[in-house]
């Protein structure tokens, strides 16, 4: 059943709330594993700016720390399966954990780059993060990678 108590199911909405720029290093390769062909990518920092307009989330303008990376595993099909992991830190010192995992290809109607994104939060005034689904639709550049930032309603 609907959210509006309709017979269907909902159907999910994204709100656009942000946006994330994330500073990379050059990549490591390790060959072909056990899990298919790795290469890691670390990340140098970056910024997590979120501005909700429906007002579900609070503001955020928080620096992304150096120390992070994206665990990339190059698939046979060549999908580039994408599992990142990184830091950020408001101005205030209020700490952000950022968790983003998804899929990006090259195909002949061009690139596509999603990925969902979760938060861990340990301040109260940040709590709202860690309970929704933010998805991303991500554009890699030469050294970087900027992420539109989309609140699942």
Not at 20 to 48: D, F, M
Not at 81 to 90: L, M, N, S
Not at 136 to 148: I, L, M, N, S
């Amino acid at each position: 059943m609907s959210a509006d108590g309709g017979a269907g199911p909902a159907v999910p909405e994204l709100i656009p709330v942000g946006e994330i720029t994330v500073q990379l290093g050059s990549s490591r390769e390790y060959g072909t594993t056990r899990v298919g062909e790795r290469r890691v990518t670390p990340i140098l920092g970056g910024v997590v700016q979120i501005l909700d307009s429906g007002g579900a989330l609070p503001p955020v303008m928080a620096e992304i720390l150096p120390g992070g990376a994206d665990w990339q595993r190059v698939r046979p099909d060549g999908v580039i399966e994408i599992d990142a992991r990184y830091e950020a830190v408001t101005p205030g010192g209020h700490g952000l954990i950022l968790h983003v995992r998804g899929l990006r290809r090259v195909g002949p109607d061009g690139v596509y780059f999603r990925a969902g994104v979760t938060v861990e939060a340990g301040d109260a005034s940040l709590a709202e993060l860690e309970r929704v689904l933010l998805l991303v639709d991500g554009v890699r550049e030469a050294e970087q990678v900027r992420h539109t930032l989309y609140r699942v309603a």
